[in-house]
Nanobody
Framework: QVQLVESGGGLVQPGGSLRLSCRAS????????MGWYRRAPGKQRELVAT???????NYADSVKGRFTISRDAMKNTVDLQMNRLKPDDTAVYYC??????????WGQGTQVTVSS
């Protein structure tokens, strides 16, 4: 089992920045990938960014050039730096970890609201 605890999020004006952080605990040695997903009101959950153990990064087209995912193996954390935020980025953001044999774990979610 892997537990994920998120921090960050909140209200920001368009064009602003926020940083999300997620710390993993439990069976962390089984993790092969971490990342972030989001769910906007009335929409399905969608991928934002992922980073597997080899350090490669995968971004949704909608956030490329604005968001940066990073991972600290020593601290067991994954961060999402979000710049030039838009109202369309408003959503609940979920930390994700892939572990073991294709098991998926999720954080409790943190609200990001982009509004003037």
């Amino acid at each position: 089992q892997v537990q994920l605890v998120e921090s960050g999020g909140g209200l920001v004006q368009p064009g602003g920045s926020l940083r999300l952080s997620c710390r993993a605990s439990g069976s962390i040695f089984t993790i092969y990938e971490m990342g972030w997903y989001r769910r906007a009101p009335g929409k399905q959950r969608e991928l934002v960014a992922t980073i597997p153990n080899d350090g490669t990064r995968n971004y949704a087209d909608s956030v490329k050039g604005r968001f940066t995912i990073s991972r600290d193996a020593m601290k067991n954390t994954v961060d999402l730096q979000m710049n030039r935020l838009k109202p369309d980025d408003t959503a609940v953001y979920y930390c994700y970890a892939g572990a073991g044999t294709w098991d998926q774990y999720w954080g409790q979610g943190t609200q990001v609201t982009v509004s003037s």
